[in-house]
């Protein structure tokens, strides 16, 4: 395997490769920082190259994991395709809709199936996967609401309220799609007061999302919640509901409290997630299988339908997903967007 | 204490003052089915009523007990102002705005303080106290969002997307404005595709609420969820949040399944906060101190909200609580509105 | 009702009848300390008694209530009996099998039934009710084994290592009795190197007890645990598992942690239970009827069976209940016991 | 590797090392069902060696896992120790203690450190090494007491009283030492009247260990448990307690009831902690450093607490460790002592 992007997440992806996937090795690593590849390759005993170009050609590498700068995807997943070279990159695909089509488009005329995966990660989450199961089974009905939180610690300095949306929300788009198996048509969005610990943006935010079979979602972000990263999803179905478990492995009794200990954010919460993703990858790459991971459709609509939501938070008013033209572009509008 | 109405609620009540409430005896029943007044009356030693009119003059009874037909109830209300006598209403206060003022207006022209509370039993729950003294210590910073969930085993016959908002909702509106100390002003309502067990209303519905100092709630209601009756209230403050917790009284293994037993109905659910409050009113009446309970403006408050609710079911827009107006009544709107 | 003995238990039983319970009012109050008694009367509206003699004399006086010092207990009740009057002790009935065999004599000889309750509050706790139920209910098959945990924020000063067995361990034992209907026949004591936070006993101690249905019953007593008042039973059957569940009002997630948090003491952990037991007593003791609580020959045998257990500890072998001889008093070995 | 012993377990171990282990590969498996051994083979594209003597000295195996019958163990170990070869061995080592000591002093004497590994696989259970984690972080203060369960859906036909003890018991035996870092001394057997549901045995039984240290651990052993696979520990402190959270991916609500699902056996239950066993050993095999797995004394002593507690069902008395000579057997033991 290549790396492209030795940061915080190429570090773990080499990391749980080194420690905890089967079938696979760290073979080539490549960072605008040289000195960072140079430590993530040193570890696994991989290459450094010089340029992410000379990365994807080499004969060392037969896949690449691309964990750079959101704004070199698009040119790297471009030429991982005519590379022939399957590629699994970390969400957002980009942060374009054109570029999401130019890479479609590519991958299309190659003509030999989905060479790209994105890191959704939540699909391979053993609460998802169980949740799935439960609402595939049938046991419980027909979906009809869904209940979700996304809420961390603490907000990047940047992002603002446009970010809450691409960078986070997006995870729950992709999930909500993949659990019920209907893309999302309409979207709306909605604020209270912002909190006082943060003048910069919208937090939290609560969003709608429909999708074409009727179900209706309900998620509330809140980039700065403070008390814990917290992840929650509820089906609510016909004959019952269906909802993640806080999944944590004790429980204390001191000074008066009986509880856990929240993760402190999303690495530790979706350990396993990343864990079963890349070995999913792995698996299905070593055998020339298509992956379960998410496709570049998946991710060309999740960040359609996070675009629909930026307007939606401009415009006060519901919004098709159809109605977000590819022309558009929701980042020179995120300083204008201060909670008022 | 005097009772009008013998039947579920209104048995209920005399049960528990029976049983279970400190200072008061039940003295007079009156229901419209003579018999069914007598079952009630018989096992209190109380005495039959031929009207509820000679129930409230009578000078055997201090204080009176409203658990009649809706339809009734402003009629009788207006009745123990007249004679002077502390009443507890139940829900609602009376189904159109005009006849909730025209009851303020005669209790304020009286003049000496707040003779009729209302059963909005919500606010001697256990759970809800304990929320509100949590919020009340800061400890948690303010509230910014709700989350709530209202959820019944099988829906009355009658009732339809309307009774959803003005039976059920009303509840999730008192309870709101109760803990956040904040007159609701705005409303929006929202559906997803309703459960085919029920194709009479809009099941469930998902409503929004919002308070002058900017908190945004949203509760979800769903009359038919079939898996048990369920409440649920979270609040998302600044530094952390509080929900209610499900109280149970014992967990049981078997079968492969861990778990406790949801409760059937509302009044299993709310046997306490039935308790305690008569308990409040007693203690109140009998001591002439103003109650806790629910107050008429409460009451005209929450039907004003509920009001706002049912238009924005009909124009799917938010609604100004302001513009809902006096003469407004939705009732005849009820068959029209069966989800499409 | 009349009261002997004002102090934290005598002032909790007023203020409960005072304000929870139906049918019944404080009409007399006698205490040592008479300032005391004269307070918990005043604010009930009570006389004050000279003497407990000339209380259970009153004709104003129904039934009495004795939260008095444990050493009056058997004279204070024994008068009640020569009185004719039903009376509610608290536990321990008395702290001599002597005394308690008295006391059944008494109450035998005079052949009106069960004049004397034993205040164990247990029987009255919504868990174990429901545990008792569900057990009754015969779906998870014959009990076999038993799992409890009894435990305190801090130990009184005074008590030592039979203390907890006498005034702690006994509630477990009458809850065993009560839940297995099958008397309890032998016992075993056991301890792990105690806690250095109290110098001044065995603490934690766990004992076995065995009923003659053949169930084990183990339970840890732990009066200096720090972390909260916690009380714990699980009764493992041939088909599942039934437990308490911690009943609690509401859940919150700060400061990185998930929980709730424990009460401090017993009064707060088993309130309802008093309101209950006080009610039951009150039902029973207006209506004539035998009533739930324990009686005397419950209070023998949990005394008994505490004997016992102190017994066990000495000798650190199994100790059958029918060794323990009606002449024998462990309290002299009380400051010889020490852990070493 | 190698694999020694093609059945479930060693069928599971092939999984695991083919789908989620790092940096290690299948090469040989034996079975002494050749067809069985096949098949294991063939989807990791093994070689099938016709002896475990061959298998072990085959030069294309590095290190050796044994998962054959129990009575083949210590002949295996001791060749692998003889040809230098590192080996996990299934739990136990060998079923007697003579065969234990073999082993352990042929390790010694070839002086190279442990070779031997066992496969007590709660030491990577996230659970318990969490809660090593909080106890080692000293925030609660000394162990003092430790409360088990060890609960099994249906047990096996053969294994009878004393097999609950040398094949569950000796997990929560070696679980406890390496939790509290301190040998358990002595020990003691209790059991209630057995479980209707199988009448070959003492179940459940409940037994006590004491570690040199002072802490006392109880431990109720239920092999027709019933209701799920369930595996419990609390550790009791000073300041407060820690125990074991059920780790679950989901919750449902349902047919009046709210819950998840037990496991139904130790496989689901301790998939996380196999992986992570698995995959410490091929880490610590490939750079030559010692493992963090149970070590050929430990299973000895886990072996000899195990013997004591047979001892001690017999004689119903408390059994020093010590005590337990080498050649005591307990195994012809087995089929006499059937519950009376």
New interface residues.
């Given amino acids: 395997m290549g790396l492209i992007g030795a940061g915080v997440m190429g570090a773990d992806h080499a990391n749980t490769?080194?420690?905890?996937?089967?079938?696979?090795r760290l073979a080539g690593v490549h960072d605008t920082d040289r000195q960072r590849a140079a430590m993530v390759a040193g570890i696994a005993g991989a290459r450094v190259h010089p340029s992410d170009h000379e990365l994807i050609e080499s004969p060392d590498v037969d896949a690449v994991i691309i964990a750079s700068h959101d704004s070199a995807h698009a040119r790297q997943v471009l030429a991982c395709i005519r590379a022939g070279k399957p590629v699994l990159c970390e969400k957002p695909l980009a942060p374009s809709i054109e570029d999401c089509q130019e890479i479609l488009t590519a991958q299309q005329q190659r003509g030999m199936g989905d060479l790209v995966s994105i890191g959704f990660m939540r699909r391979f989450h053993?609460?998802f996967?169980?949740?799935k199961a439960?609402l595939d089974s049938a046991?419980?009905?027909?979906p009809?609401?869904a209940?979700a939180?996304h809420r961390n610690?603490r907000a990047y300095p940047t992002g603002g309220s446009v970010g809450t949306l691409t960078n986070s929300a997006v995870h729950d788009i992709d999930i909500t799609e993949w659990l019920l198996g209907s893309p999302i048509t309409e979207v709306?969005w909605?604020?209270?007061?912002?909190?006082?610990?943060d003048r910069d943006r919208h937090d939290?935010q609560?969003i709608?999302l429909?999708t074409a079979?009727?179900?209706?979602i309900?998620v509330?972000l809140?980039v700065n919640?403070?008390?814990?990263y917290?992840v929650r999803y509820e089906l609510?179905c016909?004959?019952?509901?269906?909802?993640?478990?806080?999944?944590?492995?004790?429980?204390?009794?001191?000074?008066?409290?009986?509880?856990?200990?929240?993760a402190?954010d999303w690495r530790a919460f979706f350990a396993d997630a990343y864990r079963l993703e890349l070995?999913a990858w792995v698996?299905a790459t070593s055998s020339g299988r298509a992956t379960a991971l998410a496709t570049v459709s998946d991710g060309l609509r999740s960040t359609l339908v996070a675009q629909a939501l930026v307007r939606s938070m401009h415009t006060r008013q519901p919004v098709a997903v159809s109605e977000v033209s590819p022309g558009h572009s929701a980042h020179h509008a995120d300083d204008v967007d201060l909670p008022v």
């Fill in positions: 490769l080194r420690h905890s996937v089967a079938g696979a053993p609460g996967t169980a949740m439960e046991v419980l009905g027909e009809l609401l209940l939180s610690v709306g909605f604020a209270p007061k912002p909190t006082s610990l939290p609560l709608h429909r079979s009727g179900v209706l309900s509330d809140f919640a403070q008390y814990g917290d609510v016909e004959r019952g509901t269906v909802r993640l478990a806080a999944s944590v492995p004790i429980l204390t009794d001191r000074d008066l409290a009986h509880g856990y200990a929240h402190t070995q698996d």
